[in-house]
């Protein structure tokens, strides 16, 4: 067997070298390295994929996250509501733009925020949500959509697990993750499902002038050259990545559906375990049984494989397995709302019972689109074996 890797970024590499190598090469000959015309094919190709209007490169996820804010001209002291259980970059530019982060809590079965915690958090100063799509499985966008409308507040998805993903609404209309909102950031940090060997992102939008605002924040405030009409920054994704991505992305649904098919052989290894809770796909209109992974609408893409363990020593089994030679992650060990930068007085531990208990129980699995059928079947012995011991 060979050697188990988080993400075997290596073997995805071997598949697509040729493409790599030779366009990698094309750029290093052209030596237009910043906005040379691969970043500019690889946008049309992505807004092509995605079907959305506008997408703007940028030079991570975290900038495509802060940039689309500053794009939405949200000022110091809004408050902007999003969810307590995720990676801190969420919140990280909430604070840094001066904005006030308003954390609550998430589902126990999708792990993405609950819309009825959003409702009890909204008051006269909320003028955003965050929905994360957590893992790769889209967040409720219905509800947050209709709470959105109703209170006169912007969406912003942070789609940096969820690419390739899709939601299936209310009315059977199925959309790609990111391009549901008023607007969206992602990640191509390597490990992304759409990853690239380096940092990058992107902005998604389908507002043309929220499009032409954000293009200048991301280059300095400039639309010409030393003219800057806007307060911006210095956010570029760059030609190498943008040709690493370029081979990437036609492989994009390839990919997910690998993960989907090494998350359908977990599912049914642990199928009775006690003590073992498997993912559950969860949308409005495409809720799965019996833990069989939806295909109809290409609703959970598997970022992570995260299961949770009941009743388990959770810190015990990851340092059992990591002694088998198998890695796995806890995504996340502590809520934000207890991370020394975010802690506030105004939050009540009685509002993040959800998140408190995910953080001792969850743990994830290796999840790649080159895991075997031999890796899959010796991580899930081991875990049964500890759990059942």
């Known amino acids: 067997m060979k050697k188990i890797q988080m993400v075997d970024l290596k073997g995805q590499y071997e598949q697509i070298k040729e493409r790599v190598d030779s366009s990698i090469l094309d750029v290093i000959s052209s030596a237009a390295f910043i906005n040379g015309p691969e970043v500019h094919s690889f946008q049309k190709e992505l807004e092509e994929y995605l079907d959305v209007k506008h997408v703007i490169p940028c030079a991570n996820g975290t900038d495509a996250l802060q940039i689309a804010m500053m794009g939405l001209g949200l000022k110091p002291g809004d408050e902007v509501i999003t969810a307590d259980f995720t990676f801190a970059a969420t ?52 509800e947050i959509m ?14 940096a697990q969820g690419i ?51 293009r200048g924040i991301v280059n300095h405030g400039m639309y010409k050259r030393y003219h800057h009409d806007v307060v911006g920054v210095n956010s570029r994704l760059d030609s190498i990545q943008a040709t690493v991505l370029r081979a990437k992305l036609p492989n994009l649904d390839t990919y997910n559906d690998a993960r989907r098919s090494a998350a359908r052989k977990y599912n049914k290894a642990f199928e009775g375990i006690k003590n073992i809770i498997t993912p559950r796909v969860k949308g409005n209109n495409c809720e799965t049984q019996e833990n069989i992974i939806c295909d109809t609408c290409n609703c959970h893409v598997f970022h992570q494989y995260t299961l949770r363990v009941e009743n388990v020593d959770r810190d015990a089994l990851v340092k059992y397995l990591n002694d088998q030679g198998i890695p796995c992650g806890v995504y996340y060990p ?45 991580i899930t012995k081991n875990v049964i074996d500890f759990v059942t011991k």
């Open 91 to 142: 919140v990280e530019v909430i604070a840094l733009l001066q904005l006030t982060p308003v954390l609550v809590d998430v589902e126990k079965d999708s792990f993405n925020i609950d819309p009825d915690a959003i409702r009890k958090a909204i008051t006269p100063n909320t003028k955003a949500i965050v929905p994360v799509h957590l893992f790769g499985q889209a967040a409720n966008m219905d």
């Open 146 to 159: 209709s709470i959105a409308k109703e209170h006169d507040l912007y969406v912003i998805e942070d789609n």
């Open 164 to 214: 390739g993903g899709s939601y299936k609404f209310n009315n059977g209309k199925v959309a790609k993750t990111g391009t549901i909102g008023h607007v969206s950031s992602t990640s191509f940090f390597p490990s992304k499902n759409l990853g690239c060997y380096g940092d990058g992102g992107a902005i998604f939008t389908n507002d043309d002038d929220l499009a032409h605002t954000i």
């Open 334 to 378: 502590i809520p934000l709302h207890n991370q020394k930068a975010y802690q506030d007085d105004r939050y009540d531990e009685s509002n993040f019972t959800i998140t408190n208990q995910l953080v001792k129980e969850v743990i994830s699995l290796p999840m790649h689109t080159e895991l075997d059928e031999e890796q899959i079947n010796f």
